[in-house]
Structures are given as structure tokens and as C-alpha cells.
């Protein structure tokens, strides 16, 4: 068992591999869920970590794989996110409570990888510039007057000149005209881990592979016909690695 669960490989390469729970299993899984429910109190997003660790666990006991591996790759996303709304803008959150992320998806305000992000604030300041609460603008789109359409979620071309320190030159990307504003984009899941590692200055390499294993689970294959007590036990080497990780990026490294 512990050879399993602590096995690098794949979940699709060991998923016909994998033993039978035994009850001292389970009982060490939810020990862990309590340990960690006590670490992320405080931590920006850390309830609905929190939420997604004992719907995980509950989905695994009943034999769902899909839904508790859902629980798993949720667990990522929030914990990236988590780390970069703190480092960047609420403005995120503001984004999420109003439902109006998808609108901006929607729109094409999309940042898809961390080095088109990365690289548009490059583009715009021409030398290195952390990324805070200004400079993720930049990530956006730049808009004219007559394009804007989110100014709740946007700031000015020259506001973020005077917090910056330099001049933009910078055109609507939809009609070309000087750009006036900066309107956020709404960073992808494969974004959002890789920006939560370049500000914490930490290989998430790990967290990205994870993440792309349960993406697989979840689609195209399902897995719907496997025993309840192997799916807690796929579902629980899973859940390790990913709680590992995001220790590891939100600093919340313990014993456990």
C-alpha cells in the first residue's frame, strides 16, 4: 500500500494497480483533512479548500472517482489562485462573487499560460517589473474609451504610468486607436499555476502534472466501473500529492 501511494507515476498508469483501502487508510486520510482544515484557516480562499478536501473524501468513500478527483484538481486551482489575488488584486475576487469571470472569458480577456502573462507585462514596461497590483493590469488588454466595457476591472493608462515609472505606448487592441485603459484577463487554470509559481519563486512542476493527470480522469475516460475501495485508494494518493504541494506553495509545511 504505501508503495502505491507514494508512486510517481501516472494515475492512468497505475489506476489498475491500485490496492484495496483498509480502514487504517481512511482513518489516516481524514486525520490528515483535520490537520490541514487547521492550517488553512486564515489563508485567502483556504474554506473552499477546506469544503473541497471533505467533498473529495466523501465522494471517494461512495466510489465516485470522477467527482472526488474533481475535488483534487479544485484543491490546485484555488490554492493557485489563492496566491496570486494575494500578490496581484481582490479585484479577482470581486470577479468571482459577481459572476462575472466567465463574461470576461467570454470577451477574449484570457491569459492562457503564465508566459503570455508574463510576457505581455513585458512587452509594455521593457525591463523586469514585479508583479503586484498594478503591473497585472498589464497582463490585460489594453482598450480605448470606446471599447471599454468593464471599468470596475480596469485602471488607467496613466495611473499605472505614475505607479510604474514609465511612459506606455499601447493601442486598443480592437481597433487600434491609443489605448486608455488596461482591463484585466481572467488567467486559465494552466495560467493561474504557473504565475502562483513564479511569485513564490517555487517549481510547480509537480502541480502542473497533477493537475493534467486529473484533467484526464475527469475527461475523456471517467472510470465509472471501478471498486469503491480502490477508488478511495487511487483517489487518496492523489489527494497526498496535491496536499503536499500546495503546502509547500502556501507555505503551510507541517509534520503531517
Not at 487504517?24 to 480562499?45: A, D, F, P, Y
Not at 515609472?165 to 486598443?172: L, P, Q, R, S, V
Given at each position: 500500500?504505501?508503495d502505491?501511494?507514494?508512486?510517481k507515476?501516472g494515475t492512468?498508469e497505475?489506476?489498475?494497480?491500485a490496492?484495496k483501502?483498509?480502514?487504517?487508510l481512511?482513518k489516516m486520510?481524514?486525520?490528515?483533512?483535520k490537520?490541514e482544515?487547521?492550517s488553512l484557516h486564515?489563508?485567502?480562499?483556504?474554506?473552499d479548500?477546506?469544503s473541497?478536501?471533505y467533498s473529495?473524501?466523501?465522494?471517494?468513500?461512495?466510489g465516485?472517482?470522477?467527482?472526488?478527483e474533481e475535488?483534487?484538481r479544485?484543491?490546485?486551482?484555488?490554492?493557485?489562485?489563492?496566491?496570486?489575488?494575494?500578490s496581484?488584486?481582490?479585484?479577482?475576487?470581486?470577479?468571482?462573487?459577481?459572476?462575472k469571470?466567465?463574461?470576461?472569458?467570454?470577451e477574449g480577456?484570457?491569459i492562457?499560460?503564465?508566459?503570455e502573462?508574463?510576457?505581455?507585462?513585458k512587452r509594455?514596461?521593457?525591463?523586469?517589473?514585479?508583479?503586484d497590483?498594478?503591473?497585472?493590469y498589464?497582463m490585460?488588454?489594453?482598450?480605448?474609451?470606446?471599447?471599454?466595457?468593464?471599468?470596475?476591472?480596469s485602471m488607467?493608462?496613466?495611473?499605472?504610468?505614475r505607479?510604474?515609472g514609465?511612459?506606455?505606448?499601447?493601442k486598443c487592441?480592437?481597433?487600434s486607436?491609443r489605448?486608455?485603459?488596461?482591463?484585466?484577463?481572467m488567467p486559465?487554470?494552466?495560467?493561474?499555476?504557473?504565475l502562483?509559481?513564479?511569485?513564490k519563486?517555487k517549481d510547480v512542476?509537480?502541480?502542473?502534472r497533477?493537475?493534467?493527470?486529473l484533467s484526464?480522469?475527469?475527461h475523456?475516460y471517467?472510470?465509472?466501473?471501478?471498486?469503491?475501495?480502490k477508488?478511495f485508494t487511487?483517489?487518496?494518493r492523489d489527494?497526498?500529492t496535491?496536499v503536499?504541494?500546495?503546502?509547500?506553495?502556501?507555505?503551510?509545511?507541517?509534520?503531517s
Amino acid at each position: 500500500m504505501q508503495d502505491f501511494l507514494h508512486t510517481k507515476d501516472g494515475t492512468l498508469e497505475i489506476i489498475d494497480k491500485a490496492p484495496k483501502a483498509y480502514p487504517g487508510l481512511k482513518k489516516m486520510i481524514r486525520r490528515i483533512i483535520k490537520e490541514e482544515e487547521k492550517s488553512l484557516h486564515g489563508v485567502l480562499l483556504g474554506e473552499d479548500i477546506i469544503s473541497a478536501m471533505y467533498s473529495g473524501y466523501k465522494n471517494a468513500l461512495m466510489g465516485f472517482l470522477r467527482s472526488a478527483e474533481e475535488s483534487n484538481r479544485f484543491m490546485i486551482e484555488r490554492a493557485c489562485l489563492s496566491v496570486f489575488v494575494t500578490s496581484t488584486t481582490k479585484k479577482y475576487l470581486d470577479l468571482l462573487k459577481s459572476r462575472k469571470w466567465h463574461i470576461l472569458v467570454d470577451e477574449g480577456l484570457i491569459i492562457r499560460n503564465e508566459g503570455e502573462g508574463l510576457g505581455r507585462i513585458k512587452r509594455f514596461a521593457r525591463h523586469k517589473v514585479k508583479l503586484d497590483g498594478v503591473s497585472v493590469y498589464l497582463m490585460g488588454r489594453p482598450l480605448c474609451e470606446k471599447h471599454l466595457k468593464f471599468p470596475e476591472f480596469s485602471m488607467e493608462v496613466k495611473k499605472i504610468e505614475r505607479a510604474l515609472g514609465f511612459k506606455i505606448d499601447a493601442k486598443c487592441y480592437l481597433c487600434s486607436r491609443r489605448a486608455r485603459y488596461f482591463t484585466l484577463s481572467m488567467p486559465k487554470a494552466s495560467a493561474l499555476i504557473g504565475l502562483a509559481g513564479h511569485i513564490k519563486g517555487k517549481d510547480v512542476s509537480t502541480l502542473r502534472r497533477t493537475y493534467s493527470n486529473l484533467s484526464r480522469i475527469l475527461h475523456p475516460y471517467g472510470f465509472n466501473e471501478l471498486e469503491k475501495d480502490k477508488v478511495f485508494t487511487i483517489w487518496a494518493r492523489d489527494f497526498l500529492t496535491v496536499v503536499s504541494e500546495i503546502n509547500d506553495l502556501l507555505d503551510l509545511v507541517h509534520d503531517s
